[in-house]
């Protein structure tokens, strides 16, 4: 799928505000590889009294540069309301390592649970260029999943 050239700054909202859906995506952009995150809470696969938050977020990835490149892994690190760090490394995304050639696009949708209301994600893909089989780092910006403050105040607590 072809796209047209992106911006190629990065943005974030640091505030964890209340209210409706809060989640706030980002924009960054590495060696001509742009990566657009856009998350949002589901509620109707949530369980607040549980301690379960389950966020989607869509991923636009775009290929600015020059070169054809194919995406070989990726490393998340998840950080939740309390501090608690989790870390997912893997293959590809969603089951695939899609090649972009220049200007070509490649989307897709993933999910992330959480056990408290808010966190942040943020990681990196590691690309492979065709033309030299150099491997090369690219940055995802940290983004927030904020789940809405509508969970009443007797729901119990959760425990580790």
């Known amino acids: 799928m072809k796209t047209p050239s992106?911006?190629?700054?990065?943005?974030?909202?640091?505030?964890?505000?209340g209210g409706e859906d809060q989640s706030r995506g980002t924009t960054t952009a590495t060696q001509g590889i742009s990566v657009h995150v856009d998350p949002s809470y589901l509620e109707g696969h949530s369980n607040p009294y549980e301690g379960q938050f389950i966020f989607q977020y869509q991923i636009r990835i775009v290929n600015d540069s020059t070169e054809t490149v194919t995406l070989r892994d990726r490393?998340?690190?998840?950080?939740?309301?309390?501090?608690?760090?989790?870390?997912v490394?893997?293959?590809?995304?969603?089951?695939?390592?899609?090649t972009l050639k220049p200007g070509e696009s490649f989307e897709y949708e993933s999910y992330?649970?959480?056990?408290?209301?808010w966190g942040t994600m943020e990681g990196t893909?590691?690309?492979?260029?065709?033309?030299?089989?150099?491997?090369?780092?690219?940055?995802?910006?940290?983004?927030?999943?904020?789940?809405?403050?509508?969970?009443?105040?007797?729901?119990?607590?959760?425990?580790?």
């Not at 490394?89 to 899609?98: L, N, S």
Request: proline share 8%; glycine share 6%.
């Open 75 to 87: 490393h998340w690190i998840i950080i939740d309301e309390d501090g608690e760090r989790e870390d």
């Open 112 to 117: 992330c649970p959480l056990g408290t209301r």
């Open 6 to 17: 992106s911006s190629t700054s990065a943005s974030s909202n640091h505030s964890i505000p």
């Open 125 to 160: 893909y590691r690309f492979e260029r065709e033309s030299d089989s150099a491997m090369f780092v690219v940055d995802v910006a940290r983004f927030f999943l904020v789940a809405p403050e509508s969970t009443p105040n007797d729901a119990p607590a959760r425990t580790r």
């Open 89 to 98: 490394k893997g293959e590809g995304v969603i089951g695939m390592q899609p």
